[in-house]
């Protein structure tokens, strides 16, 4: 059971490292938080449920569609709101305000348009796809989806790994990271830089969404906040504002999750919140990462 | 000689404090100028409103023949402006990306031969490239700032305070190191330091107090001032 619980927790732990990942690299760029994370994810979930019941599409054929859309849209959202937000005074706390109003918005428009429902694709999509139903690791037999998920997830981490240390623009990316002012005037077009690094964010939420039938069930107009919340917990974990730190914040929380629900399950639902108080309140910049900001 | 930087009534501050007054200054094609100014005379807003960390809020900024006035700092830099502040360098990354970083515009094979160059003349570097510039000490990563101003291959070096948290040791390198910069590359230089440090290499001086430029000419003639003298060289 306990070894059921580890590995499963691992491979919940990958997809979880990937639904932190975009609010933090979001974080680590701009300073703010995006409080509609949770609502990209939902709104790629929608994405992937809509073209498969209108054209078929395996969700392995939806994240190439899913990422250009939500890179494209989140490059467009960064140059409508946030150099606004970063000539205001005290632009951490307006990010606050309006990503809260852009995820009551969205929720509002998907309710409006799809009413407020429980949406599916079928859990045996990846079965079908690869002939296999379930694979079994170490004596324990998990479903197969699970491992398309966790497979997806290390080829996320690995290109946003070469994006950020073999790329000039991930140079640029972590160069704005430690100091904007210094990479304005280091020639860095800071504006775009940021604006593809939010497209990326953004991007990786939606690809999480994707993923997320598999590995947490139905998906539904509510649920970003739900999932902004975990995200949260995710990157307080792991490291404020160090994306590959969510990996590991999501490995834990992954596992920790697991081992609830083998062992404690009617606790699980606490957990997020009891992970975030304590992080916050013994080792606030995170179990992994230096501090990145004066709170 | 030609002017290169040619700033002409600028005025600008932070909010509704405003710092400099009314700053005018030429700047010739080649030359090594030095700015004095005690804290909170205006240097780092002086130096700030040229690259465009901070808006003119009245003047202009000429730079070869150029209005940069409203250009964004990237476009300024990219015209052949390097600015190295206080901070200069980026402690989350390498040595060897924070040189690239110096020529984020400049195209790979430029930047390699830049990079060579730099490492010659800074063989610590060279032994560290693939450390993170936050590892390293304040003398090494003051260093590795001037290496970055250098590595785009500017037309000018505008430095803010370079000899600011140095040991006499250190401050009396990177002087060396500038200078032969200066010597061998022609590059203009613009220096702002609040002691007289760089003023050896100094050929021409400007004296900020208040936001105001109160002092333009050469260093004999600074020395020859007895309020400046007293000021910046302790004698009366």
Same mark, same amino acid.
């Given at each position: 059971m306990l070894s059921?619980?580890?590995i499963g ?7 979880? $490292?990937?639904v932190g990942?975009?609010?933090?690299l ?8 995006n409080?509609?994370h949770g ?6 979930? =929608?994405?992937?449920?809509?073209l498969y019941y209108? =054209? *078929?599409f ?7 569609? /899913? ?5 494209? =849209? ?9 150099p606004?937000l ?8 307006? /990010?606050f ?6 995820s009551q ?5 998907i309710?409006?348009?799809?009413g ?6 079928p859990s045996t999509?990846?079965a079908k796809l690869?002939?296999?139903s379930?694979?079994?690791?170490f004596?324990n ?9 966790s497979v997806?997830?290390?080829?996320a ?5 070469v994006?950020f240390?073999?790329?000039k623009?991930?140079?640029a ?10 990479a304005l005037?280091? *020639?860095i077009?800071?504006?775009k830089? /940021?604006?593809i690094a ?11 969404g994707v993923?997320?039938?598999f590995m947490? *069930?139905?998906?539904?107009? /509510? ?15 792991g490291?404020? $504002?160090n ?9 834990i929380y992954?596992v920790a999750?697991m ?6 399950s009617?606790?699980t639902?606490v957990?997020p919140?009891?992970l ?9 910049? $995170? ?8 709170v | 000689?030609s #002017?290169?930087?040619n700033v002409t009534d600028?005025?600008s501050g932070y ?5 400099? #007054?009314?700053?005018n200054?030429?700047?010739e094609s080649?030359?090594? #100028?030095v !700015? ?10 002086l130096?700030k ?8 809020t009245?003047?202009k ?7 940069i ?6 476009k ?5 402006i390097s ?13 060897e990306?924070?040189?690239?970083l ?5 195209d790979?094979g430029e930047?390699?031969k830049r990079m ?10 060279r032994?560290?490239?693939?450390k993170?510039?936050?590892s390293l000490?304040?003398?090494q990563r ?5 290496a970055k101003a250098?590595?785009s ?6 430095m803010?305070e370079?000899s600011?948290? !140095?040991?006499?040791?250190f401050?009396?390198?990177?002087i060396?190191?500038?200078?032969s ?17 760089f003023l050896?290499i100094?050929?021409e001086?400007y ?11 050469? #260093?004999?003639d600074?020395?020859?001032?007895e ?7 302790g004698v009366?």
């Open positions: 059921y619980a580890l927790g691992i491979m919940y732990g990958l997809y979880f $490292g990937l990942m975009g609010l933090n979001i974080f680590g760029v701009m300073r703010m938080i409080l509609a609502d990209f994810i939902m709104l790629g979930a =929608f994405l992937t449920y809509w209108l =054209f *078929g395996n969700p392995l054929i939806v994240i190439p569609i /899913s990422i250009v859309v939500f890179l494209v =849209f989140g490059f467009l959202m960064y140059y409508v709101f946030v606004k970063l000539h205001s005074k005290d632009p951490e706390m307006l /990010s305000i309006l990503f809260f109003g852009v918005v969205i929720e509002a428009i309710i409006l348009f799809f407020n429902n429980q949406i599916s694709v999509i990846f690869f002939n296999v379930t694979f079994t690791l004596g037999t998990f479903p197969i989806s699970w491992l398309v998920v997806a997830c290390i080829v981490f690995v290109l946003i790994y994006y240390f073999y790329t623009l991930g140079y990316t972590r160069a704005i990271m430690a100091n904007r002012h210094e005037v280091s *020639g077009d800071v504006n830089v /940021s604006a939010f497209g990326v964010g953004i991007a990786a939420a939606s690809l999480a993923m997320g039938f947490i *069930g139905a998906a539904f107009p /509510s649920m970003g906040t739900d999932l902004t919340t975990i995200s949260f917990t995710i990157i307080v974990l490291a404020l $504002g994306p590959l730190g969510t990996v590991i914040g999501g490995l992954g999750i081992l609830m629900q083998t062992y404690f009617s606790w639902n957990l919140y009891l975030l108080i304590f992080v916050i309140l013994i080792k606030p910049e $995170g179990l992994l990462g230096k501090a990145v900001r004066n | 000689m #002017v290169l930087l600028l005025e909010g509704l404090v405003k710092v400099l #007054v009314g700053v200054l030429k700047i080649g030359k090594s #100028v !700015l004095l100014g005690v804290n909170g005379a205006g240097k780092t807003t130096l409103t040229i690259v465009g960390l901070i808006k003119a009245k003047g900024i000429e730079f070869d023949s150029d209005d006035t409203k250009l964004k700092p990237n300024r830099i990219e015209k052949g600015y190295m502040s206080e901070l200069a360098i980026f402690p989350n990354l390498t040595i990306e924070n040189l690239e110096g020529g984020y515009f400049k790979k930047n390699k060579e160059l730099m490492f010659n003349y800074f063989p610590d570097l032994k560290f490239k693939n993170m510039a936050g000490s304040g003398g003051k260093m590795l700032g001037v250098f590595m291959n500017p037309k000018i070096v505008i803010d370079p600011s948290g !140095l040991s006499p040791k401050v009396k390198k990177v060396e190191v500038v200078k910069f200066h010597d061998e590359y022609k590059t203009t230089m613009f220096i702002a330091e609040q002691n007289v440090s050896d100094a050929e001086v004296v900020l107090d208040m936001g105001k430029i109160t002092f333009e000419g050469s #260093v004999t600074l020395k020859s001032n309020r400046l003298r007293e000021a910046y060289f009366a």
